[in-house]
């Protein structure tokens, strides 16, 4: 119930902040984003100066009322320094590389000081999860900060409202601005647990056949569902207490298909999940590679890390089936 009402006092909160709207990066934040309000320790400063007025002026003692005006003095300059430690601040971006879905997302925050003062001790996070924090220090006028955000589906991730808050240098109120990037990030397909081996074939009239065939064997790995039981490495999966499969050489230079319209017999989603799988096989194995799908040209054949961004990027931008 306390958890629930936090959440909708977040939301009522952040209806009424800076910013409103996602916005292009890079951002800075001044004295307009940035709110302040006394943490617990400064609440408790506060009284206690307040008992300490009281009790100098209701025995007139002098000494301790002045003790009590400076310690008044040095609580409100911390309340500026604290403010200043976030006026001035420049988001420059928000970045992270393409994962698969169900895989964390580690989102990279790259700041920067406009007047190039040195800031330490700044904390990044995520609302309305305060669990997922990262520690943000400017030491030479720049810095980054690196936080874990979930996924959960493929294509595009639009990125959280990010808070950045600090309570430096006494603790006596903590500073906050908001930082809401309109910069989507990628997520890919996640990949099928458990496929079938990598189709084979060569040249431009490759065709998908499920078991793969060789002179050489090239590894042992562990049974997928679909194996032939003649590939079963019987013996080595006694030794093991588990079923290996065999996995032969194949000729260099055949280009595998990943033809869409040979998976007619699986879902929408269970064909991209295996194509996935596939597209991070055929990469392993250091084979070429073409994808086909509906209503796109081929992609490939080629292979390396472009190609194999280009096909999980065609994967994850496919419509939800």
Request: aromatic fraction near 8%.
């Amino acid at each position: 119930m306390l958890a629930a009402a936090r959440s909708r006092w977040h939301e009522w909160a952040l209806a009424f902040t800076r910013p409103r709207l996602p916005e292009a990066l890079p951002t800075a934040l001044d004295r307009r984003r940035v709110y302040l309000l006394p943490t617990r320790f400064g609440l408790f400063h506060a009284f206690a100066l307040l008992a300490m007025a009281m009790g100098a002026l209701n025995y007139n003692n002098n000494p301790a009322l002045l003790l009590a005006l400076v310690f008044v003095g040095a609580g409100i300059a911390s309340l500026i320094a604290t403010q200043m430690q976030l006026t001035g601040l420049s988001i420059a971006a928000i970045e992270a590389e393409p994962v698969a879905a169900g895989t964390p997302l580690q989102l990279r925050v790259h700041a920067s000081a406009t007047d190039g003062r040195r800031r330490r001790g700044l904390r990044v996070n995520v609302e309305p999860t305060p669990d997922r924090t990262a520690l943000l220090n400017l030491d030479h006028g720049f810095g980054e900060a690196e936080l874990e955000w979930p996924t959960e589906h493929r294509g595009w991730l639009e990125l959280p409202r990010l808070r950045v808050s600090t309570t430096r240098p006494l603790g006596l109120a903590r500073a906050w601005g908001y930082v809401w990037a309109q910069a989507p990030l990628l997520v890919y397909p996640m990949p099928e647990a458990h496929g079938p081996p990598l189709p084979t074939g060569s040249g431009d009239h490759a065709q998908s056949r499920l078991h793969p065939s060789g002179d050489d064997v090239h590894h042992l790995r562990g049974y997928r569902r679909g194996d032939s039981r003649r590939a079963i490495a019987w013996k080595p999966s006694a030794r093991r207490d588990t079923l290996l499969v065999r996995e032969y050489e194949q000729p260099q230079g055949a280009e595998v298909l990943l033809d869409w319209h040979g998976l007619g017999r699986l879902a929408y989603e269970a064909r991209i999940a295996r194509l996935a799988r596939w597209v991070e096989d055929a990469e392993r194995d250091g084979r070429r590679y073409r994808l086909t799908l509906p209503g796109q040209p081929a992609i490939g054949p080629a292979q390396g890390p472009g190609h194999r961004h280009a096909c999980l990027r065609a994967l994850a931008l496919l419509p939800h089936g």
